[in-house]
């Protein structure tokens, strides 16, 4: 497959297993040693590095999905993740991966908000049998203010 | 001060009106004689502002101000307000300048407020210009009193109130000093969150201990807040602060605090245990202090997340939470990177505080059109006093106390 489409086609299952599941699939877009970390333009600016979420590895991502399914009370809610204007580069055996994304959230009962724009700063590998795994994700979302609560990782 | 139309028919503080949650002019009159009124007002941290000229956004309750570090290293407390027309002077949330300048007519303030100048204030060829006995000095940004303690920045708008730690009190005071203990602070980061509830809603939720047993299954299946753990509910003498001090227990096992939660998980794991990992770096043997501070603070330890909390009010149904997650200058790099990987339990994506956030807007649902219901608050009777366990709603009675003096009601 050409690389673009191999991008592609991870994008557009990591927005799938968000919106639509089965969310314990998530992780598995990641290499083993692999990191997500959800942050704020403002901590990027001021050079900060605390970050809304944080998994460090693909096990802490499956930590993450078991507490948001079984731990934490939440408001019924449904996500959308669109993501557009992928740009690649290629250094190294990784790929640098940039592209816009927009979240848009339903709470049950309400109408949709868009809960979150940014950019994505990813970088991706491939792994022992060649497929194309994310080794660090970073969402950065503009606003520094969350409506309420993040649920679903950005 | 104007009579409230409002009034609190019942004796003591165990039963709550809800319209004291959603009505707006109880929410006015909060800004002008709890926030405006004699009282210390959490701005930010010094660390924020580190270097001479730096300044910062902040807030008096709904009231936006400047947080600047002047040449002399003195830090201001300043309205947000142009002298002039009432503008926004300072439109960023951060920054760095030598003067702060209004954009509509380049009024300009040095950063301690003072007017420094005023274009065609003389007039334009013998035309316009002020009147003669306009002066500047009467002109410039509202200033604050400041109060600082270790790092952290306090202000308020009554030049009267009485010194910082008095205003705590010896028992608040110590609490306080246990984690702005005098070392130099390392900001990690900042997040902000709108919760769609009352402001009051979020120090009765770290004042009730209660539902931090039950609700956060996080904490009480990892053992890092459960009943049976050692603990203490306190207040200052007036009530109007309170700190929640426990220890986490070394027993996971189930026991008489778990049987009453159906959440609780005996057997849960974690895949990747670093998230626990905590290591314990107070000289004292509690694991765990969550500190209100009347009117607008929250100070957490909670593992090796140390965090403050302001609460800034957004109308009667909402409020930001705005945390800034600090450790200290001396950390090493795995106490940076412990500290950062802990702040996941907290914030508005926390593994603990989401439930809170969540039942927040919850509360405010169900409590929106309710102008005669009552909260009930009688966990561990209908007294202010102390207790040295957890069961109790005690923080929250005392609270109210208080405020139902600064509020005539």
Redesign the interface.
């Known amino acids: 497959m050409e690389l673009l489409a191999e991008v592609e086609a991870l994008y557009a299952r990591y927005a799938e297993l968000l919106d639509e599941g089965p969310l314990a699939q998530w992780p598995s877009l990641f290499v083993e040693e692999g990191s997500y970390r ?1 942050v ?1 333009r ?2 990027v600016d ?1 050079g ?10 693909r ?2 991502m ?3 999905v078991y ?1 948001i399914e ?6 019924p809610r449904r996500v959308r993740h669109v993501v557009s204007g992928l740009t690649i580069k290629e250094e190294a055996m990784r790929f640098i991966v940039s592209a816009n994304f927009v979240m848009f959230e339903t709470l049950e009962g309400g109408s949709t908000t868009c809960f979150s724009a940014g950019r994505y700063r990813d970088v991706l590998v491939r792994d022992s049998e060649g497929a194309i795994k994310f080794l660090d994700k970073t969402s950065i979302a503009d606003a ?8 679903i990782p950005l | 001060m104007t009579e409230l139309a409002r009034n609190w028919t019942t004796n003591g503080t165990h039963r709550v009106p809800y319209w004291l949650y959603t009505d707006p002019e109880i929410y006015v009159q909060e800004q002008r004689k709890i926030f405006e009124g004699k009282s210390w007002n959490f701005v930010g941290l010094e660390a924020e502002i580190p270097k001479e000229g730096d300044f910062k956004r902040s807030n008096v309750g709904e009231t936006s101000v400047i947080v600047a570090r002047d040449r002399d290293g003195a830090i201001h407390v300043l309205r947000n307000q142009c002298a002039h027309r009432g503008l926004q002077v300072c439109r960023q949330e951060y920054g760095s300048a030598r003067a702060l300048q209004c954009p509509y007519h380049q009024w300009t303030y040095r950063l301690n407020g003072d007017l420094s100048g005023v274009p065609f204030m003389k007039g334009v060829d013998g035309h316009g210009g002020m009147p003669d006995d306009f002066d500047r000095r009467d002109h410039g940004l509202k200033k604050l009193a400041v109060a600082r303690r270790n790092g952290a920045i306090f202000a308020s708008f009554a030049p009267d109130v009485e010194p910082l730690e008095d205003f705590l009190g010896e028992k608040m005071l110590k609490l306080f000093d246990r984690v702005f203990n005098g070392k130099p602070l390392r900001i990690l980061g900042v997040s902000r969150q709108r919760i769609p509830a009352n402001w009051k809603l979020m120090f009765e939720n770290i004042k009730d201990p209660y539902h931090a047993s039950v609700l956060h299954v996080f904490l009480v299946t990892f053992g890092l807040f459960r009943v049976d753990n050692p603990s203490r509910t306190e207040m200052d003498a007036t009530g109007r602060h309170s700190a929640l001090v426990s220890r986490r227990g070394g027993d996971r096992t189930a026991s008489v605090a778990t049987q009453e939660t159906a959440s609780f998980r005996e057997k849960l794991e974690l895949r990747d245990p670093r998230l626990l990992d905590i290591v314990k770096e107070f000289p004292d043997p509690a694991t765990v202090v969550m500190q209100t501070i009347w009117p607008n603070l929250i100070v957490q330890q909670q593992a090796n997340t140390l965090a403050t909390r302001q609460i800034v009010p957004a109308g009667p149904e909402a409020f930001d939470l705005n945390w800034t997650f600090f450790g200290y200058e001396d950390d090493d790099e795995s106490m940076r990177a412990r500290r950062l990987r802990h702040a996941n339990l907290m914030g508005p994506a926390g593994l603990v505080s989401l439930d809170d956030s969540e039942v927040m807007d919850l509360a405010q649902r169900g409590i929106h059109c309710d102008n005669t219901g009552n909260a009930v608050v009688e966990m561990g009777g209908h007294g202010t006093e102390d207790h040295d366990h957890i069961v109790t709603e005690t923080a929250i009675r005392a609270f109210y106390s208080y405020y139902r003096n600064v509020m005539g009601l």
């Open positions: 959800a704020t403002e901590n001021r900060w590095p605390l970050a809304l979420m944080l998994c460090e590895s096990a802490s499956e930590d993450r507490a079984n731990l934490v009370l939440t408001i520094a203010l969350i409506s309420n609560s993040l649920v």
